[in-house]
């Protein structure tokens, strides 16, 4: 119960309350309990940018689950991918999600198989060729709609977009989401990914110069409806929007209001920030029509 | 912060739902508010994710919680709302304001005299300021009194006329120390496009002072 609460804030963009609820659960959880708790709480804490921490549950998770041929072991061995994976230490994330593929596999665990083919796919985008990255997300995909799990489908693209920009190809991330935002749109219900996935290809958008399709994707968006990173995507999305049209005054109203540190993601934020700033100041050297 | 009994709160569901209610008890843990007539035949909630929202003054207070129904007496249920997340406030501004605490002064040009009086600068936006003076008859100066200030922001000196659009006590209401004067500055464009690049020079260097802050004090890992 716990475990589907704190992935339900995860899942809402809230990933400190996700910690949280996952730090008090493991107080009372018992050993094999403890092990997969412990892997959930090494993606939360990792996503609030305590990457440190992060590293140390997974290794306690690894000493109560290694060796144990069981959902807790492939939950680890997924776990060390994804954070593998996101310290971009790319050999070593696709032995993890390999023997995690294989051991899902084995013990029939469709939703950590559907969780590593996405992870392998992102991989692949960066380590062998863009072409097997997109067909492996292709399967990924289908392993996700088959357990109907749609935020993992959005994952998916969105991780494999990511993956196309670290390999310096932004014109084909764009295209990539710009395909994939209509599949997301039709989905029944709104996803944290999905909303990740628009503004994601609104921030592409936005550094293409194609402003106008950019401010139309957040322009449809609810900014109340926000959480967590996905608010703090949409008022730094709102605010490059505003400066590059020369509006100021909303530029620095929607800079006022960011709040990015403490995140995983706080360091690259902050560099878009130093970029926004710099943005802005050049524009009062230009007329304006605010 | 949690609103006050009998307020109307909103409700707003993960997919988007809003529903409206009204509270009943609360305290800094939880809230209790009435079943929602919208909410119609369905389930009850058993940790439903929510957002409660109340209006406040220029925006909306945002609390993240947990709903719970609860049986409180004979069939008659409550939703409990637990604090999941942190309390924010939905600015509704138009511009930004910077906080600043630097000498200016104010003149109130009704009146034969128009000295300046020595004043606190609080805060500053494109299209206006607050500040704090000493002399308490500012509070007897009604909304639209025309005055003039001078004052800095970003190093660059500013000279505006405006009006007052209210004024607060500092201190007791009864016993004021003195008087929080709110101006709103004569629309002039370049004016304003002036004062808004200083207003970002601020803007920026407070950003880079509260970065400073939190890497000084991020724990090592």
Redesign the interface.
């Known amino acids: 119960?716990t475990r589907a609460?704190a992935r339900?804030?995860y899942l809402?963009g809230?990933f400190?309350?996700a910690a949280q609820l996952v730090e008090t659960a493991l107080e009372t959880a018992s050993p094999s309990e403890a092990a997969m708790l412990r892997c959930d709480l090494t993606r939360y804490l990792y996503l609030v940018g305590?990457?440190?921490?992060a590293q140390d549950q997974l290794r306690v998770a690894g000493t109560l689950a290694r060796g144990g041929r069981d959902e807790a072991e492939a939950t680890w061995l997924a776990t060390t991918g994804w954070l593998r994976l996101h310290h971009l230490e790319f050999a070593l994330a696709i032995d993890a999600a390999r023997e995690a593929l294989e051991l899902a596999r084995t013990l029939g665990l469709a939703e950590i198989e559907a969780d590593v083919l996405g992870q392998i796919a992102s991989l692949e985008v960066v380590q062998l060729s863009p072409e097997k990255g997109l067909a492996r997300a292709e399967e990924a995909i289908a392993a996700a709609r088959a357990i109907g799990d749609l935020d993992l489908v959005a994952e998916i693209y969105v991780n494999v977009a990511a993956s196309l920009e670290t390999m310096g190809d932004q014109a084909g991330a764009t295209a990539y989401l710009e395909q994939k935002l209509p599949i997301v749109e039709a989905f029944p219900?709104?996803t944290l990914a999905g909303t990740f996935l628009k503004l994601a290809l609104a921030q592409l958008l936005t550094h293409e110069d194609r402003i106008d399709e950019a401010a139309h994707i957040v322009g449809g968006m609810?900014?109340?409806?926000l959480?967590g990173v996905t608010r703090i995507l949409f008022r730094l999305t709102q605010a490059e929007i505003a400066a590059k049209v020369g509006n100021?005054?909303a530029a620095?109203?929607w800079?006022?209001?960011l709040d990015i540190?403490g995140w995983a993601y706080s360091d690259q934020w902050?560099t878009q920030?130093d970029e926004l700033?710099k943005v802005?100041?050049e524009g009062?050297d230009r007329p304006?029509d605010d | 912060m949690s609103p006050h009994l009998g307020a109307s709160v909103t409700l707003l569901g993960d997919d988007g739902e809003a529903i409206t209610s009204m509270v009943v008890f609360s305290d800094d843990h939880q809230i209790y508010v009435a079943v929602p007539g919208e909410w119609g035949a369905r389930p009850q909630p058993d940790g439903l994710f929510f957002e409660v929202t109340w209006p406040g003054t220029n925006g909306a207070h945002v609390l993240p919680v947990v709903a719970y129904a609860e049986e409180v007496a004979h069939g008659r249920h409550l939703w409990r709302l637990t604090i999941s997340g942190e309390y924010r406030f939905d600015q509704r501004r138009r511009y930004v304001r910077v906080r600043v605490q630097t000498p200016m002064t104010i003149a109130n040009l009704v009146g034969a005299s128009g000295d300046s009086e020595r004043a606190t600068m609080l805060d500053v936006s494109e299209t206006s300021l607050s500040c704090a003076v000493d002399d308490v008859t500012w509070l007897d100066a009604p909304a639209k009194t025309p005055v003039r200030v001078r004052f800095t922001v970003a190093d660059l000196q500013f000279v505006a006329n405006g009006v007052v659009l209210r004024t607060t006590p500092i201190g007791s209401d009864h016993n004021p120390e003195g008087a929080r004067v709110v101006v709103i500055f004569e629309h002039r464009m370049d004016f304003a496009d002036r004062l808004r690049r200083a207003v970002f020079e601020e803007q920026r260097r407070r950003i880079a002072e509260e970065r400073e802050l939190i890497e000084r004090n991020a724990p090592e890992e």
């Open positions: 119960m609460a339900a804030a809402g809230d400190h309350t305590r990457s440190a921490a219900r709104p609810d900014p109340r409806r959480h100021l005054s620095m109203l800079i006022d209001e540190s902050h920030l700033l802005v100041a009062f304006t």
